[in-house]
């Protein structure tokens, strides 16, 4: 019930945030709330100076859900070992000596993969506006930005693994599993996610680094999406004069800072501590609603939790940065083409990340 109540309480702030933060939200919410009932806590921040203190204290942990993807995968006749290590021993999460190895081996072969890659991301980019602008039956969310980012995953993953590991085959998987509340018809689509990954990477044999590059790549697929539709969308609602001078000096830090594309994320108290004025105990389940953090006067000099903080960065910061560039490059040089009022404005869902309804 309390974890009912909570999630309620969530979503309902999540339907009622813009997609795209022009200035710090004011919606006359509390920097935290309190959900508790019997041995259970769930402290909801929506404050940038709690959440980074949160983000930065060694006395949170990422939730363990090892154990449950190994349920979700009890039927299944693919090994789970993969993506349990993976869980258990992410090296781009672990800092231990023994995960300094793998990092490097890991960082060194997704940089390659980047840098080969990168003209085809920027081909890739400009042929999804061009035919915007020629064909305007294709301009929608699906396509600016989701065909995009599904593209640009397929070029990555194809030129690491070759075409043995065929990205249109695990469609509909590439959602991050790295949540926490899930509604019920939420969960049975996460299971389904799970176990096609899992199959494919079974399928492929590629065990080695394969289940680290998956999941480093797909966890920001949403995201990713989530930020170009929102601001696709916000373009659209702008005058032709103020679209084009917004467009000019548009950048990706700034434009994820502004979307803040990932809705809450969630941490465990590993130990008794005091975080403003809140009594932490151990146990507790904390949760951090990001874009009631985004200050817009902050973002313009580059400090914003839309990638965390602390020992908790985003591992994929640098990947999001580079394809969401080569996207607004794309816009710059095709948005004058573009018949803007078309772009159909599909609903925001309530959900872990910003997301439109067709878009993903």
């Known amino acids: 019930m309390i974890s009912l109540d909570a999630y309620k309480f969530i979503n309902m702030a999540i339907a009622a945030r813009p997609p795209i933060v022009t ?17 259970e806590r769930i402290i909801v921040i929506r404050s940038e100076r709690l ?72 081909d890739l980019a400009q042929q999804i506006f061009a035919t915007a602008s020629a064909k305007p039956e294709k ?4 396509y600016l930005a989701g065909d995009y980012v599904d593209g640009a995953i397929a070029l990555i993953i194809r030129h690491h693994l070759g075409e043995d590991l065929r990205p ?15 509604s019920r018809s939420q969960l049975k689509e996460k299971e389904i996610q799970v176990k096609n990954l899992v199959r494919e990477i079974a399928r492929t044999g590629k065990e080695d680094i394969t289940p680290l590059l998956l999941s480093y790549v797909l966890q920001g697929r949403d995201p990713l999406i989530g930020t170009l539709s929102a601001f696709s969308l916000w373009l659209a609602s702008l005058p032709t004069d103020e679209r084009a001078s917004q467009i000019r000096s548009l950048g990706p830090r700034q434009m994820f800072a502004r979307s803040a594309p990932v809705n809450y994320i969630s941490r465990i108290a590993v130990a008794g501590t005091k975080i403003g ?79 439109f309804k067709g878009a993903t």
């Not at 979700?72 to 995960?99: T, W």
């Not at 301009?139 to 699906?142: A, F, G, I, T």
């Open 51 to 122: 959440c980074r203190a949160v983000l930065t204290s060694h006395a949170f942990h990422q939730p363990r859900i090892a154990g449950a993807i190994a349920q979700v995968l009890k039927s299944e006749e693919a090994s789970i070992s993969i993506v349990e290590h993976f869980l258990n021993q992410n090296p781009m999460q672990k800092d231990g000596k023994e995960h300094s190895v793998p990092r490097q081996t890991f960082m060194a072969a997704l940089t390659e993969a980047e840098a080969a890659v990168a003209p085809l991301l920027s």
């Open 277 to 355: 004025d809140i009594e932490i105990l151990p146990g507790d389940q904390i949760i951090l609603m990001l874009p009631w953090t985004v200050d817009y006067a902050a973002t313009k000099s580059g400090r914003s939790l839309v990638f965390g903080a602390g020992k908790h960065i985003c591992a994929g910061q640098a990947l999001s940065l580079q394809l969401a560039s080569h996207w607004i490059t794309a816009v710059q040089s095709a948005h004058e083409n573009i018949n803007w009022g078309n772009l159909p404005r599909p609903e925001m869902l309530p959900s872990v990340f910003l997301q």
């Open 168 to 182: 249109d085959t695990w469609s509909g998987s590439a959602s991050s599993i790295m949540e926490f509340f899930h």
């Open 23 to 39: 200035d710090k939200i004011q919606d006359g919410s509390e920097e935290h709330a309190v959900f508790a009932g019997g041995n």
């Open 139 to 142: 301009l929608s969310l699906q």
